[in-house]
């Protein structure tokens, strides 16, 4: 920083030293002490303006601190603070005048926490209409494309400092925002000219790092325009692992349901015979039949056990035991089969089945036999019926393949559900709103 810039000014009208220090580029230098917006050209220093100050957005840097912000040493030489008006409601930012006499100006911008590094450009983007209902005007400059966000006008509320333009509180621009997060392109247009510019996201502890502020910056408040969403990069690579993770169980699956053997150990015909009257628990145990033994080879798997049946209009409960021939270990459940069916006034109608399966995990090798005690309706509403058992072993849990599915989706769908959260919440804040304000 070259400090033969700097030079020493009275204020004349309370006499208050002022400093300048853009040298032959400030153009308006303003009195902090009056108030003043004085014409650093005249050697007299005419006042422009006197306005009573409003601290609408607090100054969180001070004039004349230096920072070095991309690799170079910028000063803040003044600070304005802009407002627009929506639906009677004000909106007010600060705006940071930074200078380096080889590089020139730059503007550090602050909102509720939100700070933009932002740069004048010499480029003029090319700026489209909406081409559909619905769809938001764009401008595109450099390559890279925005979305048109807010429209409004802009008056200047407070200012401090020197600015290298005339400077007056109650100045109004007309601002046009378009949005490409991290990026945001605005247009700043009065009856003579258009100025455009560009500003990238930043955060609040980076300019404090900068300028070795005091304490911490404000914590952000609510969703700023071209904020970065969460993760940004996080959601592409969560579902790449998803699609990977998908891949490797859906190989699984294909390998355990096509590969495996489902080898029937053991399966029979059996008709049950109803008693005339309703047997006793004593007579209902007794009356239990006994399947044949059957062996199960290999590891510990899952054991599928199927009962199909001729019921029609009529139920069956069967309590099953499945029992170690050598250790005497029971496996106890009982299942029921339905199936009813007919004709109404809306036609033909069924519902249950006349068939059930049940999978019992995690049995060992071993010589088994199963218990079988069928019970069903007493007296005579019930007739007889057969069924038939089916016994396979190693029989995949399709169960488990749907659970993992379900957890594999799980952090790409929280992740999705958040950027659409934020991104939702975005554009709540721009002329698209869905709850019709435009802002």
Same mark, same amino acid.
């Given at each position: 920083?070259v400090?033969?810039?700097?030079?020493?000014?009275?204020?004349?009208?309370?006499?208050?030293?002022?400093?300048?220090?853009?040298?032959?580029?400030?153009?308006?230098?303003?009195?902090?002490?009056?108030?003043?917006?004085?014409?650093?050209?005249?050697?007299?220093?005419?006042?422009?303006?006197?306005?009573?100050?409003?601290?609408?957005?607090?100054?969180?840097?001070?004039?004349?601190?230096?920072?070095?912000?991309?690799g170079?040493?910028?000063?803040?030489?003044?600070?304005?603070?802009?407002?627009?008006?929506?639906?009677?409601?004000?909106?007010?930012?600060?705006?940071?005048?930074?200078?380096? !006499?080889?590089?020139?100006f730059?503007?550090?911008?602050?909102?509720?926490?939100?700070?933009?590094?932002?740069?004048?450009?010499?480029?003029?983007?090319?700026?489209?209409?909406?081409?559909?209902?619905?769809?938001?005007?764009?401008?595109?400059?450099?390559?890279?494309?925005?979305?048109?966000?807010?429209?409004?006008?802009a008056?200047?509320?407070?200012?401090?400092?020197?600015?290298?333009?005339?400077?007056?509180?109650?100045?109004?621009?007309?601002?046009?925002?378009?949005?490409?997060?991290?990026?945001?392109?605005?247009?700043?247009?009065?009856?003579? *000219?258009?100025?455009?510019?560009?500003? *990238?996201?930043?955060?609040?502890?980076?300019?404090?790092?900068?300028?070795?502020?005091?304490?911490?910056?404000?914590?952000?408040?609510?969703?700023?325009?071209n904020?970065?969403? !969460?993760?940004?990069?996080?959601?592409?690579?969560?579902?790449?692992?998803?699609?990977?993770?998908?891949?490797?169980?859906?190989?699984?699956?294909?390998?355990?349901?096509?590969?495996?053997?489902?080898?029937?150990?053991? *399966?029979?015909?059996?008709?049950?015979?109803? !008693?005339?009257?309703?047997?006793?628990?004593?007579?209902?145990?007794?009356?239990?039949?006994?399947?044949?033994?059957?062996?199960?080879?290999?590891?510990?798997?899952?054991?599928?056990?199927?009962?199909?049946?001729?019921?029609?209009?009529?139920?069956?409960?069967?309590?099953?035991?499945?029992?170690?021939?050598?250790?005497?270990?029971?496996?106890?459940?009982?299942?029921?089969?339905?199936?009813?069916?007919?004709?109404?006034?809306d036609?033909?109608?069924?519902?249950?089945?006349?068939?059930d399966?049940?999978?019992?995990?995690?049995?060992?090798?071993?010589?088994?036999?199963?218990?079988?005690?069928?019970?069903?309706?007493?007296g005579?509403?019930f007739?007889?019926?057969?069924?038939?058992?089916?016994?396979?072993?190693?029989?995949?849990w399709?169960?488990?393949?749907?659970?993992?599915?379900?957890?594999?989706?799980?952090?790409?769908?929280?992740?999705?559900?958040?950027?659409?959260?934020?991104?939702?919440?975005?554009?709540?804040?721009?002329?698209?709103?869905?709850?019709?304000?435009?802002?």
């Amino acid at each position: 920083m070259v400090d033969a810039l700097v030079r020493s000014l009275t204020c004349p009208q309370c006499g208050a030293t002022l400093t300048v220090r853009a040298g032959d580029h400030t153009v308006t230098v303003v009195c902090s002490h009056c108030n003043s917006i004085l014409d650093a050209k005249d050697p007299s220093l005419k006042v422009l303006q006197r306005f009573a100050a409003k601290q609408l957005v607090p100054q969180y840097i001070p004039l004349g601190a230096r920072g070095r912000w991309r690799g170079t040493m910028w000063e803040v030489i003044g600070f304005q603070v802009r407002t627009i008006r929506v639906q009677g409601i004000d909106y007010s930012w600060g705006e940071y005048l930074l200078f380096n !006499p080889y590089e020139g100006f730059r503007y550090l911008t602050q909102y509720n926490g939100h700070w933009n590094d932002v740069i004048v450009l010499k480029t003029v983007p090319k700026v489209y209409k909406a081409r559909a209902t619905g769809a938001k005007p764009q401008a595109v400059v450099l390559g890279e494309t925005f979305q048109h966000f807010q429209t409004a006008t802009a008056t200047t509320t407070q200012v401090v400092g020197e600015f290298p333009w005339t400077v007056r509180v109650g100045d109004k621009v007309d601002v046009s925002d378009y949005v490409d997060p991290p990026r945001i392109l605005s247009s700043e247009s009065t009856a003579g *000219e258009t100025t455009w510019s560009m500003g *990238e996201y930043v955060t609040g502890d980076r300019i404090w790092q900068a300028y070795e502020l005091p304490g911490s910056p404000p914590d952000p408040i609510g969703v700023y325009a071209n904020q970065p969403a !969460p993760y940004p990069g996080s959601l592409g690579r969560v579902w790449q692992a998803f699609a990977a993770f998908l891949g490797v169980l859906l190989l699984a699956a294909v390998w355990r349901f096509g590969l495996s053997p489902h080898a029937v150990v053991y *399966e029979h015909v059996y008709q049950y015979v109803p !008693p005339a009257t309703p047997p006793s628990d004593s007579e209902a145990a007794a009356a239990a039949l006994v399947t044949d033994t059957f062996t199960l080879n290999g590891r510990t798997s899952a054991l599928e056990l199927t009962t199909e049946t001729n019921l029609d209009n009529s139920w069956a409960y069967f309590a099953f035991a499945l029992i170690n021939d050598s250790t005497g270990t029971t496996y106890d459940f009982g299942r029921e089969v339905a199936y009813y069916d007919g004709r109404d006034v809306d036609g033909y109608w069924s519902e249950g089945s006349t068939r059930d399966r049940v999978l019992i995990p995690s049995v060992p090798s071993g010589r088994y036999y199963v218990r079988v005690q069928p019970e069903g309706p007493p007296g005579g509403t019930f007739r007889a019926f057969t069924y038939r058992l089916r016994l396979r072993r190693d029989v995949p849990w399709g169960m488990a393949y749907l659970l993992a599915f379900v957890l594999l989706a799980v952090p790409p769908a929280f992740v999705l559900l958040r950027s659409m959260t934020f991104e939702h919440t975005r554009w709540q804040e721009s002329d698209y709103s869905d709850t019709g304000d435009d802002e």
